[in-house]
């Protein structure tokens, strides 16, 4: 990692240039984009369904906030080791690096993305707790468990290319899969619906994430454990496959 640190930082610099090349607003995009995209989705779901939640546009882009950083980290580490073939067929670079860059990218948009949140904040003059400072530890839990996903899902897709399309799918019902735009309350009728939001990762970091900015109350241990524990056990099972598959890919990059 010490070694190839100013190669990470070069891939993360070529990919924000990449994205917002030709845009006027650049890196303003990763503020408006979220905060255009509450106001489509508080107009319908506040509105329309009428679900009852305070400060439901805070509420909405605090669940998107990180799910799109979970969507973005894993679909562009799945495509990480095709895309760089090229590369790796010329020079020795390990094969990981590009994969955890893909992961540190997508860290770096989520983080403009918080502008977005903060902003909202103070929009609806909702309170201010001090535990948002404490907000980055759910961010970084949640780091580790895309860097494991996107292990996984970067070495599976070279051999099973039709992972990429079937993943897109996932992402889609993933969206429903966790309380992003619904309160938990909402599905309380349902014990069904309510073990597969509870079975789903991201609704631990997302609920983490809300206790520290909307609640004000710092999640207890046992809440820490399971997203460590989350987080652990895919970086662990990622780097295992990783590895396992690594000395093939040549063949089929």
Known sequence: MAKYRYLLEDLIS??????????VLGLV????????MMMVISAVFSHIFRF??????IYYLTGSTLYNFYSEATSSAMTAMTGAGALI??????????????ALFAFVNMLFSMIAVVLMIFILRAPVHWTLLLSPIPMLY???FCIGIGLILSAL??????LVHLYGVFLTALVYMAPIIYPMEAIQNSKALVTVVKCNPLYYYIDYFR???MKGTIPGLTENLI???FAVVFLALGLWIFKKCQDKFILYI
């Open 14 to 23: 070529r990919d924000i240039k990449v994205k917002y090349r030709r845009s």
């Open 29 to 36: 995009w990763s503020v408006l984009n979220p905060l255009l």
């Open 52 to 57: 009852e939640v305070e400060n439901f546009p």
């Open 89 to 102: 067929k010329k020079v020795y670079i390990p094969k990981y690096v590009f994969p955890l860059e893909k």
């Open 142 to 144: 949640m780091l580790v």
């Open 157 to 162: 897709s070279v051999f099973f290319r039709d």
């Open 211 to 213: 206790q520290l900015v």
């Open 227 to 229: 997203c460590i524990g």
